[in-house]
Structure formats: structure tokens, C-alpha cells
């Protein structure tokens, strides 16, 4: 079924809680009160199972006829094209929205991350709670009248900085930060927030271990956030029955940085570099995801030969996380590196050929709105041919002989972190993660973007969803990468590499988009609102980790520790991207 | 040449006895100095041992470990174990709060203690070239390792610390478990060789090694003593990605180099005890024209060991803590067990006036069939375990 087909299903079925957005905006406006019934008749009768991404925006001032308000916006995928999406007004006041968790597992993390930053309260979610800023923070920071420590203008570039010419740093200003505020009551020492200090209630709550066969006492561990398989600073909160876990939480934030702001206050092509820093082992992915969901707004034509370019540059970075994440989950294993440091040796000559392409290794900042910022050379040509013909293919073989038939490693991982299909849907979960569960959904294929729909590559799934398939499924997502990596540069054509002369400040048309791309670890989404200004007026990214790890403790449930890291490893995140 | 190490130790106690000194006197300052030359050798191997693994490991890793580029660290990196050890000397010595003082602090002086003491009954050499020839000698060994345990339990519990407290469950269940198996393969030795004195076993060996004669109990004792010394794949005591470090977590200073220096030398004194039991400790060729050989044989088969406790070390993943005691009690035990029981009836059919070739090869027959038999029961309830979970699939098709 269509969008436009869907939309008058919709229209029909409830012709008093829609209608449509106003243009530059797109989807349905939905009214509050109907939600549920709205996706639930989304959910089971016209199958949009899949919700990608909540988020919420402000409208301080009246707009398009409409009042002051906050927005809820969903994007709802079926298996295939592009997104419904849905509008719903809560008001500013009280901003109250009723909740898609009971329907949605997925919008579990990503409405207390709205709640948290916007302020908008989910009516029915089961545990409403801040979550990637700490429990006593006051105000919720991306509301339009919030002012950070160190503000200096609403957005970039900030004419302070340069008083006299010479440029300022503005934390030299302000020591302490003028707008530094802290909850009433609050003293640096002892500080304790008051109803659920640390998280714990809910795993007090646990039913009561003492009636089952070999009674034991529970016990509460937390894992992290020092510790070191979490794979950055992650805490993981875990009920314990002897070994057996019977509640996990993954808290998260303690990277957080607020991205999704700074985002407001850069100017749109400012942005590129912050992605960067999103999935630290994937900028390249990052940067192409934020391009192509700028690029829906600005409507350019990019140059076939820098589609070309960003996608091999998008699939050398797939076989890096690949390959690292295959070497992670080694050392989680407790292979003392030796897999990690084999991944590490492939990973160091794709980082080669970044820093010849781009002059930065990890932080590329390579692509740009209509193209991309430098050329190839010959000799890089050369060199990207020489990798993906003849060092990755055996590099792969080689991981493929030392892991897929290693007595422990089958040991470990077969039918642990069991994820069925149904759950995987439900939780959002996209990238590897999905697919080993059985689910043959690759954006690339479904909604294809940049040149992807020109290329011979399959589509590869397992069946049993544990960790051994998902090991699979990235093995063998490996070769597909150097398939479409070979066929890339057989066919790279000769041509410019951007659209037009190269702009710094680039004037964005009004609307919204939302750009989504297979990024290695999943569906990497950038909601973007535009104003028509040079700055973007809402910057959103719907990162993968952030989503799959909502499934954790669906994986966890039942198996011992020395299972969660290699399930959490299978999992694949980077807390530079659940963050943000 | 003659025995060298005798004659050196011989020159001494001349010399104490011309200062005039009475004979128990220099009996005893002789037991000190040996006391003191037998500790030093397992803490001087290790220090070389650390640099040898990481180099090791770097060359597997494809890297290239310990060197001299920057600053200046000796010929290979050598000098950087002895900077890590001073390093390690000279840290501050934190003690977290909560912690049950005494048994924390006990806890590394015993398990240092014990990993230093079982080399007293390691022979280096023929005749009196060891500690002490206890007639109980790895009856002594057995007794000793498994007080470590203790140590274990001692830190996990007293640390204060959930991940130590966790490792401390871990390790009664780890250690007492594999101590069985490996008891049961060093029975098999001790029945054949008619002694537990240490030195009677390495004599028993003489033309024929037990690796040959008995290789089930050697690699019965190898994989228990791989789980004794928390070695991969049974690292599960201070198993890194899941534990943090144990039941050491919560030390610091000296007290975790304790630790560090315990479960080198422990790894070592099992390459020791097994080229002891298994591989003839100081026998070789040309031992008895030349005592001293017999030092650089058990060295050489010691490094052996060694290397190979490094290789599995450094290429194995780990298996969970429910998956290495099934393999134990389902496999392990019961394999021993039957390995003790027919050897010992064959060993006693054996005529007593066989030569040491005959007696190997109809122990090596044994124990190949007894494989056998072994391997056939695991590949039957593998295959009917494999026709049962393919009915199961066909019931849900």
C-alpha cells in the first residue's frame, strides 16, 4: 500500500482525529486523543510495524495557523519505501502525548529521551524517566528557551567570539557559566535525588526469588559504568540469581553531550564534523546519513561520480565496524586481543586510504551537501582497488577460519541471546541485529538511497537470532561489502565530485525530512527541520545503537553474566552514538 | 664436569665448617641458603617469563611487543619487566573502605606462599640437587595447591566488591572440581611408579617417559591443571571482560603484584610438576655422565610447558562457568576414574620382571583403548542428541 493510499485508509477510518500537515510539512496531524487507536490500526491492519523514530519539537511561537505547541512526529516504516508520519500537538503548558510504548516496545528508550529533553510527558509509558541526563537536572534542554552553560547566542556564528578581531574562548569568559542552574535544594556534597536514587526500584521489585526450587538471595550488580566490556561508559544494572540474570537495565548518558542542540546552534554544514563524532568507528556512514537527509531538503543533484565515491567510502566503513565488532566480541570471549588486534590490522589500512581521501582517519568529515569534498586520486583508486580485491577478501577468510568452526566460540554463542523475529521487530531493532533474527530488512533495499538500487548485492539473513547468526550475518555482510565494493570500482566514473561550486553557508529551504540510511549497525536517521534559515531549526538523529539496545534485556533474560557481554557485543553499539 | 651443583654446595659447607662452626649450625645456615636459592629461581623466571609473554603474545598478535624504540628499555624490551616490578613496589597501597582487614590482607601472602612453596620438591637434578625429597612429595603438592583456594576465597569474600564476591563463588566451584580429575591422573602415575616421592617418580622414568606410557592422564592432568591455574580457556576467576579482575580487583600495589607474581610462578610450577610427573624431569641423555644436564634438561622441558601454557593462553576464548564443570564432571571425572581403576588392574597383571618397554607398551594399549571406548560413548550420546533435536524440529515443521 502506498503512502497516499494509506492516508486516505486513514482519513476514512477516523475522519474526525486527521488531517493533513500543512505543507512544507508532510504526513498526518493526528489528534491526541486518538493516537493509540491510529497506530494500533497501523500496526495490525496495514502493516507499518516497524516504528523507527519518536522525537518531539518545539513551536514557541504560533505557526502555519497552528498555536504555540509541542509536536510528538513518528515515522512509521511497512517493509518497504518510505515513511508515514505522524503529527501530534500537545500543549505547551502541559504537554501531554499518550504513549506508543504498550504498542511499540521501540518507542520505550526513545520517549524517555523526548520526555528528557523536550519535556513532553508520555501519558501510559511504564517508566517514564529521564534518561540520558541525570535524575536531579533541571529543565529539559531542548526546549527553544533553554540557555546551556556558556550560551552565547542562539545560533552559530557567534559574533562574540570575536571581539576585536581576535577570537575568544567563551568558557575564558564565564568560569562558572551564567546560566549554570541547579535543582532547589541542591548541594554539591551528598547530593541524592529523592524517589528512585540509583535506579533500583524496580529491581526491588523482582518477583521474590525465595519460592523457586534453590532459593538464593538476589543479588543487584552493576556493571559499569567502569568496567570493561561495556564498550565505553554504559552501566548496566542486573538482577542476579546466583548467575542468572532476571532484570537488566541499560543506563545510558554518560557521554551525553547534547548533540541534537549543538545541532540547533550550528550552521547546517557545521554539523558535518559533530557527526562524526555520533559512531566514532563509522564517520564516514555518519557523514552520508546527514547528507542524504539534508540533501531531501535542499533538493540537489549529486554528481555520479561522488555517489560513486561515498559509496565506497559507506561500504570500506561497514567492513570496518565488521570487523572490529567481530574482534570485540572476541575479546569479550577472552581471546587476550588477538581477534581484536586482527580486525585492528585490516581496520588500519581502510583508515589509510580515509586519511588519504579526507587527511583525518577516524573523523573524516568527507561528505558534503551535493557531493563530496575531495576527490579520489588515481593512486587512492588504486590503492581501494588493491584492498578490496585482494587484502579484504582474504582477510575475511581468514576470520571466517578461525571463528566460524572454533569449538568454544560455538559453544559460547549458539542459542545464547536468542532475539526472535516478532521481538525484534517490535523493539525497533535494525541493522545486523534484525536480520540475523530472520528478517531479510536492509534500507538499502527497501527504500534505496544515494545509488544503492544499482548494485548486485544480497541481502543476508539468518534464522535463529542468536549470537552465533549475528556473527554470521556480519561475516557474510563483509563479503557482500566487497562485492559491491569491487563492482563500485570497476564502474567509477570519470566526473565533478559536487554539485556546483563548494558553499560554507548554505541556506536550507523550509520543511522537514527525515533521511535514514543502512549505516553498519542499523538504521541511522536524521529528523531535520528547516526554517529556511542557516541553521537547522530542529536536528534530530535516531541512532541504531541507541534503539537496539532497548532489546537487551529481552536478549539477557535467562542467561548468565559471562553471556551478557558477548550478547551486548553481538549487539554492537557505541556509546558515542546512544548518547549523543 | 661432575655435578656441579652438588660440588658448589659441598665448597660451601667446607668453608662454613673451617670457620669452626658446629655441624648443626651448618646444616642449618646450608637449609636457609637453599631455602633462599629455590624461592629465587621461580621469581627470577618470571621476571624474564612476563617478558617472554609479551613478546609472545605480540608475535601472535602481530605486533611487536616490548622494544627499544622512544626510550631505552634494554636489548628487546627486557629492561621493562624490571621497571613494571619497581613500578609495582612503589605504588601506593590502597585499601577500600569496608573491606574485612585481615583475611584482605592475608589473602595474598598465602596465595604467594603456596606458589612459592611447592617448588620446594621439584627435582632439579639427580641425587640431592632438590629442596627436600619428601617420601610424600606430590602428595605435599596436591595438599599445598589446593589451599589456594583459600587465598581465592579469602579476597573474593573480604574485598567488599560484588565482581569478587562472584570470582570467589566461581572459584570453589572451578578449583575443587578439576583438583578431582587431576588427583585421579597423578593416582595413575604414583601406582605405577610405586612411590609420591618426587625424585623415585622422575627414577622410575628412566628409559621410558610416562608421556608415553600413560598419555590419558597426562592430558587428563594437563587440562586440570589449566583450570587450577585459572589458565584460558577456564580463565574464570578473574575472567577480564566479565569480572574485571576478580577476586583481585580491589588490590593495589604490591599486594596485587603478589597476585601477578603467584599466577606466573603457579603456571610455571605446572610446566615443572608435569615435565616431573610426565616427561621424565631431569632424565635426558648424557644425565649420567654429566649431572648438571639433568638442571638444563628440567629447564628445557619446563620452557616447553610454558610456551605452550602461553600459546593456549593466548589463542583460546573461554567457556562459561556451567559449560567447564559439565565438561568436568561428565567427562573429566568419570574418565579418570576408569582410567584408574583398569590401569590398576593391568599394571598388577603386568609381570613384575617386565622390562620398563614392555610394561609402557601394554599401558599405552590401555590407554588408547580405554580412549577409544571414551571417544565412542561421546560420539553415540552426541548423535542420539543430535536425532532428538532434529525430531523436536520436526514436530514444530
Known amino acids: 500500500m502506498t503512502i497516499q493510499a494509506t492516508h486516505e485508509t486513514l482519513k476514512a477510518k477516523f475522519p474526525d482525529a486527521i488531517q493533513d500537515a500543512h505543507a512544507p510539512y508532510t504526513g498526518l496531524i493526528v489528534d491526541r486523543d486518538h493516537l493509540v487507536a491510529v497506530a494500533t490500526a497501523l500496526r495490525d491492519e496495514l502493516g507499518f510495524r516497524y516504528l523507527s523514530s519518536v522525537t518531539g519539537v518545539d513551536y514557541p511561537a504560533a505557526t502555519d495557523g497552528l498555536p504555540p505547541r509541542f509536536e510528538a512526529v513518528y515515522h512509521f516504516y511497512q ?210 546519513g546527514y547528507a542524504v537527509a539534508v540533501e531531501k531538503l535542499l533538493d540537489v543533484k549529486v554528481p555520479e561520480r561522488a555517489e560513486y565515491i561515498r559509496v565506497i567510502m559507506a561500504e570500506f566503513t561497514r567492513f570496518i565496524n565488521h570487523i572490529i565488532d567481530i574482534g570485540f566480541t572476541g575479546n569479550d570471549l577472552g581471546i587476550y586481543f588477538t581477534a581484536m588486534l586482527m580486525g585492528m590490522e585490516e581496520r588500519e589500512l581502510i583508515v589509510d586510504l580515509f586519511e588519504r581521501v579526507s587527511g583525518s582517519r577516524m573523523m573524516c568529515n568527507y561528505m558534503r551537501f551535493g557531493g563530496v569534498a575531495h576527490d579520489m586520486t588515481a593512486d587512492d583508486v588504486a590503492y581501494a582497488r588493491q584492498l578490496a580485491f585482494e587484502r579484504l577478501p582474504q582477510a575475511i577468510d581468514k576470520v571466517d577460519q578461525f571463528f566460524t568452526n572454533n569449538e568454544v566460540f560455538k559453544q559460547r554463542s549458539i542459542n545464547v541471546g536468542v532475539l526472535p523475529a516478532e521481538t525484534a521487530i517490535a523493539y525497533g531493532c535494525t541493522g545486523p541485529l534484525l536480520r540475523a533474527s530472520g528478517v531479510p530488512y536492509d534500507i538499502r533495499r527497501a527504500e534505496p538511497y544515494s545509488i544503492y538500487d544499482s548494485f548486485d548485492f544480497d541481502v543476508v539473513t539468518r534464522q535463529n537470532g542468536d549470537v552465533y547468526d549475528r556473527y554470521m550475518v556480519r561475516l557474510e555482510e563483509m563479503r557482500q561489502s566487497v562485492r559491491i565494493l569491487q563492482q563500485a570500482l570497476n564502474r567509477l566514473p570519470d566526473g565533478p565530485i559536487m554539485d556546483g561550486k563548494p558553499k560554507g553557508l548554505i541556506k536550507v529551504p523550509a520543511g522537514e525530512a527525515y533521511g535514514r540510511i543502512e549505516a553498519p549497525k542499523g538504521e541511522l536517521g536524521f529528523y531535520l527541520v528547516s526554517e529556511g534559515g542557516n541553521n537547522p531549526y530542529r536536528y534530530h538523529v535516531r541512532s541504531p545503537s541507541f534503539v537496539n539496545l532497548g532489546a537487551l534485556e529481552e536478549m539477557c533474560k535467562g542467561y548468565l553474566i559471562a553471556d551478557t557481554v558477548i550478547i551486548l557485543a553481538s549487539v554492537d553499539i557505541t556509546l558515542g552514538e546512544v548518547d549523543r | 664436569m661432575g655435578d656441579a651443583i652438588v660440588n658448589v654446595s659441598a665448597w660451601i659447607e667446607g668453608l662454613l665448617l673451617g670457620t669452626g662452626l658446629s655441624e648443626p649450625w651448618v646444616s642449618f645456615i646450608m637449609t636457609v641458603i637453599s631455602a633462599f636459592v629455590i624461592a629465587f629461581i621461580p621469581v627470577v623466571i618470571v621476571i624474564f617469563l612476563v617478558w617472554g609473554y609479551r613478546k609472545a603474545s605480540a608475535r601472535m598478535q602481530g605486533r611487536l611487543g616490548p622494544n627499544s624504540s622512544g626510550t631505552w628499555a634494554g636489548p628487546g624490551g627486557i629492561v621493562q619487566t624490571f621497571a613494571d616490578a619497581i613500578k609495582m613496589l612503589t605504588k601506593e597501597d590502597i585499601r577500600p573502605a569496608g573491606v574485612d582487614v585481615i583475611p584482605y590482607n592475608i589473602a595474598p601472602i598465602l596465595i604467594f606462599f603456596i606458589a612459592l612453596v611447592v617448588w620446594a620438591v621439584i627435582p632439579f637434578g639427580p641425587g640431592t640437587v632438590i629442596g627436600v625429597d619428601l617420601n610424600i612429595g606430590i602428595f605435599y603438592i596436591m595438599a599445598f595447591s589446593s589451599a589456594a583456594l583459600f587465598g581465592v576465597l579469602m579476597a573474593g569474600w573480604s574485598s567488599n566488591n560484588k565482581y569478587a564476591t562472584v570470582s570467589a563463588f566461581r572459584s570453589v566451584a572451578l578449583l575443587i572440581s578439576y583438583e578431582i580429575p587431576q588427583l585421579l591422573s597423578v593416582l595413575v602415575v604414583v601406582m605405577v611408579a610405586g612411590s609420591m616421592s618426587m625424585q623415585d617418580i622422575v627414577g622410575a622414568q628412566r628409559s621410558v617417559m610416562y608421556l608415553i606410557a600413560l598419555p590419558l592422564p597426562a592430558v587428563i592432568f594437563l587440562i586440570a591443571s589449566l583450570a587450577e591455574v585459572n589458565a584460558r580457556p577456564f580463565e574464570l576467576l578473574e575472567a577480564e571482560s566479565e569480572l574485571v579482575a576478580g577476586y583481585q580487583t580491589e588490590y593495589s600495589g604490591m599486594k596485587f603484584g603478589m597476585y601477578y607474581l603467584a599466577e606466573f610462578i603457579n603456571s610455571v610450577a605446572v610446566g615443572a610438576i608435569f615435565s616431573t610427573l610426565f616427561l621424565g624431569g631431569w632424565q635426558g641423555p648424557f644425565v649420567d655422565a654429566a649431572p648438571i644436564l639433568g638442571t638444563v634438561w628440567i629447564f628445557a622441558k619446563i620452557t616447553l610447558m610454558t610456551m605452550l601454557w602461553m600459546f593456549i593462553q593466548i589463542t583460546l576464548p573461554r567457556l562459561r562457568i556451567d559449560q567447564i564443570l559439565n565438561f568436568n564432571w561428565k567427562f573429566l571425572v568419570p574418565l579418570a576414574l576408569a582410567n584408574l581403576c583398569v590401569i590398576s588392574i593391568v599394571n598388577k597383571l603386568i609381570n613384575a620382571q617386565a622390562s620398563d618397554w614392555t610394561r609402557a607398551g601394554i599401558l599405552l594399549l590401555t590407554n588408547i583403548a580405554i580412549a577409544l571406548v571414551a571417544w565412542t560413548l561421546v560420539a553415540l550420546g552426541g548423535r542420539q542428541k543430535r536425532r532428538q533435536y532434529e525430531a523436536e524440529l520436526e514436530v514444530v515443521a
Request: hydrophobic share 35%.
Open chain 1, 79 to 288: 517493509s518497504e519505501g518510505g515513511p508515514l508520519v505522524l503529527h501530534v500537538h500537545a500543549d505547551r503548558e502541559n504537554p501531554t502525548v499518550p504513549s506508543l510504548t504498550p504498542l511499540f516496545p521501540s518507542a520505550d528508550f526513545q520517549e524517555r529521551e523526548a520526555w528528557d529533553l523536550m519535556g513532553i510527558r508520555f501519558e501510559g509509558h511504564p517508566d517514564l524517566r529521564r534518561i540520558l541526563l541525570w535524575e536531579g537536572y533541571a529543565g529539559h534542554p531542548l526546549q527553544k528557551g533553554f540557555q546551556e552553560v556558556y550560551y552565547e547566542a542562539d545560533t552559530k556564528p557567534f559574533d562574540s567570539r570575536w571581539p576585536e578581531g581576535a577570537p575568544v574562548r567563551a568558557e575564558s569568559r564565564v568560569p562558572l557559566g551564567r546560566n549554570l542552574r541547579y535543582p532547589a535544594d541542591f548541594s554539591m556534597q551528598g547530593w541524592c535525588p529523592t524517589d528512585d536514587p540509583w535506579g533500583y526500584i524496580a529491581h526491588d521489585q523482582v518477583a521474590d526469588l525465595k519460592d523457586t526450587a534453590h532459593p538464593t538471595d538476589r543479588v543487584v550488580l552493576n556493571m559499569g559504568p567502569h568496567h570493561p566490556s561495556t564498550h565505553g561508559v554504559l552501566r548496566l544494572l542486573v538482577t542476579l540469581e546466583g548467575e542468572t540474570i532476571k532484570k537488566l537495565e541499560p543506563v545510558v548518558g554518560f557521554l551525553h553531550r547534547c548533540h541534537d542542540k549543538i545541532g540547533e546552534r550550528n550552521t547546517w554544514l557545521g554539523n558535518m564534523p559533530y557527526t562524526d563524532r555520533l559512531d566514532y568507528v563509522c564517520s564516514m556512514s555518519n557523514n552520508l
